[in-house]
């Protein structure tokens, strides 16, 4: 029944009109503002944009992965069978498997560490 007055119908159209005005130029500089914040972001991480991603760079860094676990599985396998033959030809049931295995281990470690770079190289010798 208050739908039928039509004084207040105009006056909320024109502050209505004007607040959206007013919400429409703040969203405008809101977005203004965002699209340079993300734009400093990404010249400071040299980032390629977003969406499309370096293929190339992102299968070599897989590969390069691939390469580092590849490394010390194959030391701890290498190991264990090194324990296993041990155990197999001395009869001394499961201490060579343990100790070789842990051998195993720690080489594939250092050899880790050593592919990754992650050791600086020996200068003075």
Request: zero cysteines; glycine letters at 16%; hydrophobic letters at 40%.
């Amino acid at each position: 029944m208050a739908e039928g007055t039509d004084d207040g119908g105009n006056g909320n159209r024109d502050t209505s009109s004007s607040d959206e005005a007013a919400l429409s130029a703040r969203l405008g500089s809101l977005d203004h503002r965002l699209s340079q914040i993300r734009g400093s972001r990404q010249a400071k991480t040299d980032q390629p944009g977003s969406g499309s991603g370096d293929g190339s760079a992102r299968a070599s860094a897989m590969a390069r992965g691939f390469q580092l676990s590849s490394e010390l599985i194959a030391g701890v396998i290498v190991g264990a069978l090194i324990g296993w033959g041990f155990d197999h030809l001395l009869s001394t049931s499961p201490w060579g498997l343990i100790v070789f295995v842990l051998v195993g281990f720690v080489a594939g470690v250092v050899n880790l560490v050593r592919s990754a770079g992650v050791v600086p190289g020996r200068s003075g010798r």
